[in-house]
């Protein structure tokens, strides 16, 4: 049996190395009635993080592609000679996806199709992903997949950052970028934590980081909204820098990747993350 994994496009799958058994269903950015653009067809996640920054008055919302759209996908799947279609989906408050999915599969019953809704956005859904493949070719059950991917929904967190400055183009930039203050998304929600406000928000979110990881196998990453950001090259050597030998093994293969929009329209644009899942049965994720 062959099946074909669908996972949601704000999982950066398209940016790591995978078999093209998994591939990204996107999600629609509505600017406005006469602007809507689907994510990675027609508008990567940096567009539309560069249009937020151009235009302070746009409204943003997240959206689901359409029933019609998601049969698209499984259409393609059965003409590919897939027997199966198993997707993982988004946090519903981020996108909700399983509407359309349930719609797309009542109209496609040449494949079978199961979906997983996960907590989760980010890299872990891509390792979701990954892990999933994994376990149907090794001829695992698509029930028995799904029961396992629960194991993972608390292997992961992501911390993000929000500085008080709303530009780096100031002179004393390098005194002040530490200040701000910083959320944890976490089993599925995002956590404000009130009392990590100040001078140091930074290096206090990077210390209960590491902290969080100790003695875990972990893969960990960055999330920027700006690849051009300084707080990219910032926080990559606070970590690579670290005196912890046994976390800094790790962190040495530390990778960069987009933030998802949910995560930046909640925390801010101009925000910057750092996390980590747990390995799972030697699973790495690889940039592209």
């Given at each position: 049996?062959?099946?074909?994994?669908?996972?949601?496009?704000?999982?950066?799958?398209?940016?790591?190395?995978?078999?093209?058994d998994?591939?990204?269903?996107p999600?629609?950015?509505?600017?406005?009635?006469?602007?809507?653009?689907?994510?990675?067809?027609?508008?990567?996640?940096?567009?539309?993080?560069?249009?937020?920054?151009?235009?302070?008055?746009?409204?943003?919302?997240?959206?689901?592609?359409?029933?019609?759209?998601?049969?698209?996908?499984?259409?393609?799947?059965?003409?590919d000679?897939?027997?199966?279609?198993?997707?993982?989906?988004?946090?519903?408050?981020?996108?909700n996806?399983?509407?359309?999915?349930?719609?797309?599969?009542?109209?496609?019953?040449?494949i079978?199709?199961?979906?997983?809704?996960?907590?989760?956005?980010?890299?872990?859904?891509?390792?979701?992903?990954?892990?999933?493949?994994?376990?149907?070719e090794?001829?695992?059950?698509?029930?028995?997949?799904?029961?396992?991917?629960?194991?993972?929904?608390?292997?992961s967190?992501?911390?993000?950052?929000?500085?008080?400055?709303?530009?780096?183009?100031?002179?004393?930039?390098?005194?002040?970028?530490?200040?701000?203050?910083?959320?944890i998304?976490?089993?599925?929600?995002?956590?404000?934590?009130?009392?990590?406000?100040?001078?140091?928000?930074?290096?206090e979110?990077?210390?209960?980081?590491?902290?969080?990881?100790?003695?875990?196998?972990?893969?960990?990453?960055?999330?920027?909204?700006?690849?051009?950001?300084?707080?990219n090259?910032?926080?990559?050597?606070?970590?690579?820098?670290?005196?912890?030998?046994?976390?800094?093994?790790?962190?040495?293969?530390?990778?960069?990747?987009?933030?998802?929009?949910?995560?930046?329209?909640?925390?801010?644009?101009?925000?910057?993350?750092?996390?980590y899942?747990?390995?799972?049965?030697?699973?790495?994720?690889?940039?592209?």
């Amino acid at each position: 049996m062959k099946t074909k994994v669908f996972v949601c496009s704000s999982s950066e799958i398209n940016e790591i190395k995978h078999k093209e058994d998994i591939e990204a269903i996107p999600f629609i950015y509505k600017f406005s009635d006469d602007e809507m653009f689907e994510d990675i067809n027609e508008l990567t996640v940096e567009a539309a993080y560069n249009k937020l920054r151009l235009d302070n008055d746009s409204n943003l919302e997240l959206l689901a592609i359409s029933h019609e759209r998601v049969s698209d996908y499984l259409k393609a799947a059965i003409n590919d000679g897939y027997d199966n279609a198993f997707f993982i989906l988004p946090n519903r408050t981020i996108v909700n996806l399983d509407i359309p999915v349930k719609i797309a599969l009542e109209e496609n019953k040449e494949i079978n199709v199961a979906m997983y809704q996960s907590n989760e956005t980010s890299l872990p859904l891509a390792y979701m992903a990954i892990y999933a493949l994994e376990r149907f070719e090794e001829g695992y059950s698509i029930l028995d997949t799904w029961n396992d991917l629960t194991t993972l929904e608390s292997s992961s967190n992501i911390f993000i950052f929000t500085p008080n400055l709303k530009t780096e183009r100031v002179p004393n930039f390098e005194k002040v970028f530490r200040s701000g203050n910083y959320s944890i998304f976490k089993d599925g929600r995002l956590l404000k934590t009130p009392d990590a406000k100040g001078n140091n928000a930074l290096e206090e979110m990077i210390e209960e980081f590491c902290d969080e990881i100790s003695n875990k196998e972990v893969i960990p990453f960055i999330l920027t909204t700006d690849k051009s950001s300084k707080y990219n090259e910032i926080l990559y050597n606070f970590l690579r820098e670290l005196d912890d030998q046994t976390n800094k093994e790790q962190l040495e293969k530390i990778r960069i990747y987009n933030m998802p929009m949910y995560l930046g329209l909640e925390c801010g644009i101009n925000s910057i993350g750092v996390g980590y899942v747990e390995c799972k049965k030697g699973i790495i994720l690889e940039k592209n």
